[in-house]
């Protein structure tokens, strides 16, 4: 992140429903959507918010992952989500950022770190991800 220079930074923001999350229960397959295409290393997403947690049964983002650009998208389980924390998922402590005005950059190091280590081979993706 700290390398991009003069590239364009790129985001999205998107406000979730807490009622209808709650509604169901607080599943990983009602929260907000998060799409990952393993093939494309042009693009890591990066999802960062307070309700992620280390719970199968517990989080906000809903991840739908494909192997390739052209395939179509599949739901990911909730333990699958789980494990793919410090990859493309960050839990974000309420007060931390604010301390610390490098968080969000460390945050994104350390994501791009871990993907480069434990989610560059096809064995690494099956392992994490159980696609």
């Given amino acids: ?3 991009m220079g003069r590239a364009a930074p790129q985001g999205l923001v998107c406000i979730d429903d807490y009622a209808w999350w709650k509604r169901h229960d607080y599943s990983p397959a009602a929260g907000k959507p998060l799409w990952v295409t393993l093939d494309d290393e042009s693009v890591h997403h990066i999802f960062i918010d307070d309700n992620i947690h280390n719970d199968a049964n517990d989080s906000i983002v809903a991840v739908r992952m494909r ?8 739901p990911i389980s909730g333990e699958a989500t789980r494990r793919l924390q410090g990859v493309f998922l960050v839990r974000c402590p ?6 610390n005005h490098s968080w969000f950059l460390d945050q994104i190091d350390k994501c791009e770190e871990a993907r ?5 081979t096809r064995e690494q993706q099956q392992r994490l991800a159980f696609l």
């Fill in 1 to 3: 992140a700290r390398h």
């Fill in 116 to 120: 480069a280590r434990d989610f560059a």
């Fill in 94 to 99: 309420a007060i931390e950022p604010i301390l």
């Fill in 67 to 74: 192997r390739t650009l052209s395939g179509p998208f599949s």
